[in-house]
Every structure is written in structure tokens, then in C-alpha cells.
């Protein structure tokens, strides 16, 4: 749903531990943006920081997303 009203751009090329990803810069609201994670290998998003600049300063939220499970042939993130 995130990409749906959002613009953005590649990044590059990074690493995630073992993982080869490519991460992508994503606007979706004025003060707003997201940075996405993607296993070059499976195409999940292995990680997502969200960075709001509020009145009182710029805070980041980073999650972590490595445990997915197939479900009916649907990878599904756990937990």
C-alpha cells in the first residue's frame, strides 16, 4: 500500500548482513520518507526505515523483516 501514492528513486546497491539488496528512497508525504530494502535474490524487503522530520527534530524508525513463511505459495512476513 506504501507505494501506491508515493514517488521515489534506486538507491544502489547495499548489503543487509549476507544479503545483496538494493534499496530505494520513497516520498510519500511532504515530511515523510521511507527507505526500502529489497533482497536482490527473493525481491522481500529484508528492511524499512521511516524518517519523519517533526518540530522537535528528525526521527527514524528501522525495521528489521527477515522471517517470512510460505503460505499457500505466498510469502507472508511472521510475527
Not at 14 to 32: A, C, F, P, Q, Y
Not at 37 to 45: I, N
Amino acid at each position: 500500500m506504501i507505494l501506491l501514492a508515493a514517488t521515489g528513486k534506486v538507491l544502489g546497491a547495499e548489503k543487509i548482513g549476507l544479503h545483496s539488496v538494493t534499496s530505494w528512497n520513497i516520498r510519500r508525504e511532504k515530511m515523510k520518507t521511507t527507505k526500502l530494502y529489497f533482497d536482490e535474490e527473493s525481491g522481500l524487503v529484508l528492511r524499512s526505515e521511516e524518517t519523519a522530520a517533526k518540530p522537535d527534530g528528525t526521527y527514524t524508525t528501522k525495521l528489521d523483516m527477515d522471517d517470512y513463511r510460505n503460505v499457500d505459495g505466498m510469502m507472508v512476513r511472521s510475527g
